[in-house]
């Protein structure tokens, strides 16, 4: 049957009925003869309440304690699970990061997986010990704890997965991937197979069920990924995943995907900034001279636009930030307003982008026009524009992000019948 790796977000472990539920779900797949390892993640709410006790503690902290502080949550929840799945006879063991060990990097609060020693945890699980590791953490180079920024269980699963070569079952509290946010859209579709390209995509444009470096990670490495649900029952026939066909949503190679939709997904994320430059000289440099000081300030910047001036020797740039960077992003911007060379500055809070996702744009034509005609009829002003080979998004004021997904899904017969 070979090795699984099964990963349990925040409300799929969130109090001790929950964690019982999962044990049932590991117990199936111990059943069906899989050698199986656990990752989880803190109960739902742990980890905000202990970034809030560190603010509290001091506003300007220790970068080091407080990865020390917030991988506590779920040193919790694998000594929890192992306990629930011994009481169900089944052998197993929690690991924290340093103890298998999850090198990273070690840039704290931020780090990356450098490599994953998983050669002892393989072999108990051959001899059938279920691993129960602690998501989100590892150990850097001077043997701290580090941990892998907000959502960074999904990446410790596919890591894991990756390192022992096996498939990696993601459950959370949706039962799979959505054509769009079905609190947004009531005709939201469940995605029964996404490239991995796309997924990147979706994740890393606004769709919260994956953290973008897991899919990032699970593309690189070639990682079987599925998206299901905790919550259905652990022992109904369907939760069989020996079943291909899964019953969540599969993340896979685009030759092993079957239909293809023109577009795959539509994402939107409210909390875009944006930032007019006007009147650059329209020379070598100008660019660097804008955006190299933002980037030493951590501020990363999304969309670009730069577009000639009526006069024809200035430029103006626009581009996008998040809302919480804008005040950040100005005062960087201000004083460097001469070595820039710029006229005016403007900024505006209160945009949406709208994006809508398929590999199938490769090979289709007109998809774009369709966007922006579908926008149109509904009145709705496109602000600025960028694409990619599998992707075109769109700024719109927000007010008017719930219309322009609903409609968007319509205009790509995405719609469930
Ligand atoms: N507990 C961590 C967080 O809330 C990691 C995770 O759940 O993926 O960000
Ligand atoms: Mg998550």
Known sequence: MGRLVMKFGGTSVADLECIRNVALHVEREVKAGHEVAVVVSAMAGTTDTLIDLCRNAAPMHDAREYDAVIASGEQVTAGLLAIALQERGIPARSWQGWQVPVKTDGVHGAARISEIEAGE?????????????????GI???????????GGSDTSAVALAAALEARCDIYTDVDGVYTCDPRIVPGARKIKRITYEEMLEMASLGAKVLQTRSVELAMVYKVPLQVRSTFEPPDSDDQNSSDRAGPGTIVCDEDETVEQQVVTGIT??????KISIRRVKDQPGVSAALFGPLAEAD?????????VS???????????????????????LKPAKERIGYHELHSATGIAKVSVIGIGM????????????ALADRGINIQAITTSEIKISVLIDAAYTELAVRVLHTAYGLDAT
């Open 121 to 137: 945890i393989r072999k108990r699980m051959e001899q059938g010990q279920v691993a129960v590791l602690t998501g989100f953490q």
């Open 299 to 307: 501020i990363s910047v999304d969309m670009i636009v730069q577009n």
């Open 362 to 373: 490769r090979s289709h034509a007109g998809v774009a026009a369709r966007m922006f005609k």
């Open 268 to 273: 939107y994320s409210k909390d875009e900034a």
């Open 140 to 150: 850097g180079p001077d043997k701290r704890i580090t941990t892998l920024g907000r």
């Open 310 to 332: 009526a006069d024809g020797e200035t430029a103006n740039i626009t581009f996008t930030v998040a809302t919480r960077d804008v005040e950040r992003a100005l005062e960087v």
